[in-house]
């Protein structure tokens, strides 16, 4: 199975916005409304942030947010904060009863 | 609340077999999914597999020719098994649970495996 495809790196300021891409295809992102994000801290565990395209586990700051759309799934950030700085990961359900996840994102809060 | 924490050996040799557990703390294996992630230094996160409670397992297709998966029941853990190891699988492995598809909502600390002679 192929890695979904997220950009390498994304930055903004602080009380910004930003939005990282994950796209993959019609036999998982665009096949089902199963798509999550992690965010990893170094030396941490990674932490689920959103479920099912736009959903946020309890606990979880409202600004973060999720979309779809096709084949390309989106997370938004808004009001950026030095404590967003860290690696951020999609992954989606795929037709093979799997899991697949994106290359990762390293978010730089300047 | 509910907690996984992985255990097994931190150094394997190359062609010989990776063995790692995982307790489930404070809650039972019972009618859930269980997950092996895995992330080598500084890369990403990749998917190895899962199993059900019950034992049905499905693979990565990349790593399915090497990998078992299994359930102690009694012991309330979960285990895995890569076979054939060679520098590419040295990672933090990670066990987790299954929040329903496509996600992971519970992760284990990860333990740290080098694969070198």
């Known amino acids: 199975q192929s890695a979904l495809t997220q950009p390498a790196s994304v930055s903004g300021s602080p009380g910004q916005s930003i939005t990282i891409s994950c796209t993959g295809t019609?036999?998982?992102?665009?096949?089902?409304?199963?798509v999550s994000w992690y965010q990893q801290h170094p030396g941490k565990a990674p932490e689920l942030m959103i479920y099912?395209?736009?959903n946020r586990p309890s606990g979880v700051s409202y600004r973060f947010s999720g979309s779809k759309s096709g084949n390309t799934a989106s997370l938004t950030i808004t009001g950026l904060q030095a404590e967003d700085e860290a690696d951020y990961y999609c992954a989606s359900h795929t037709g093979a009863n799997t899991l697949s996840f994106g290359g990762g994102t390293k978010l730089t809060v300047l | 609340q509910v907690q996984l924490q992985e255990s097994g050996p931190g150094l394997v040799r190359p062609s010989e077999t990776l063995s790692l557990s995982c307790t489930v703390s404070g809650g039972s294996l019972s009618s859930e999914y269980w997950h092996w992630i895995r992330q080598p230094p500084g890369k990403g996160l990749e998917w190895i597999g899962f199993i059900y409670y019950s034992g049905s397992a499905n693979y990565n297709p990349s790593l399915k020719s090497r990998v078992t998966m299994s359930v102690d029941a009694s012991r309330n853990q979960f285990s895995l098994k890569l076979n054939s190891v060679t520098a590419a699988d040295t990672a933090v492995y990670y066990c987790a649970r299954r929040g329903g598809p496509g996600y992971v909502d519970l992760w284990g600390r990860g333990t740290l495996v080098t694969v070198s002679s």
């Open positions: 019609s036999s998982d992102v665009g096949g089902y409304n199963y």
């Open positions: 099912e395209v736009s």
